[in-house]
């Protein structure tokens, strides 16, 4: 049976990997995203993901993506809430503004996502929010950032219990040091990437495709007894005494 699939931030690296998963797989993927021309990018390459533009953040734009969703598929069976920026500087050089960005785009913009989205979404159906392995640690100049995916942690606990009347499971994943375009080995360059390859245990980074494997299994029938969990890829990162 086709379900309707809702990934935000969908146009590159895990969200676009879970996008094509899911397609691949006969579901209807519908992505959103801030940037016009990477969701022009995916339309062409694959015509089989249906691609609106919205901001997160913005009260309006959530509104109307959900509007514009029931109008065209009825519902959502799935959603995965992948969106999120970084800054990662020491506490005191972080401005309000910096502040700002990223709570309304990594907190406040998911949690006010998840509520527009529950409107159109039946009983029984799936969310999955993509937080991040480093609220699992104490890190140098990730105050900010690992707070706010702290906060989302919280949010998936606090939720799998609300929803619980309705069949809605809820559950995190975690992600490691992950190849895609806002962070990969070329951009750390060879020096620093190969530090970072020896904190984790498989010495290496993540592909995509490793997180939108567990993405598709929570959204299937057998992940129907895992909820209100945070699941860290990492490749062992954070359960090693490295920092």
Known sequence: MKRNILITGGSAG????????????????????????????????????????????????????????????????????NVGVGIFKPLTEISEDE????????????????????????????????????????????????????????????????????GININAISPGYINTEQFNEEMLGEKAAQARKLQVPVKRFGKPEEISGMVYFLASSDASYINGQDILIDGGLTAVHNY
């Open 99 to 166: 502040f700002d960005k990223l709570v309304n785009v990594n907190y406040k913009g998911t949690f006010f996502f998840i509520q527009e989205a529950l409107k159109i979404m039946p009983d029984n159906s799936r969310i999955i929010v993509n937080s991040s392995w480093t609220h699992h640690r104490g890190l140098y100049s990730s105050a900010l950032y690992g707070s706010t995916k702290a906060a989302i942690s919280h949010l998936v606990k606090s939720l799998s219990i609300e929803l619980a009347d309705r």
């Open 14 to 81: 895990m969200g676009l990997s879970t996008a094509i998963k899911f397609a691949e797989n006969g579901d209807q993927v519908i992505i959103t995203g801030r940037n016009r021309e990477k969701l022009e990018e995916v339309k062409q390459k694959y015509p089989n993901i249906y691609t609106i533009a919205s901001d997160v953040s913005i009260s309006e734009e959530r509104k109307a993506l959900m509007i514009e969703i029931q109008k065209k598929f009825g519902h959502i069976d799935i959603l995965f809430s």
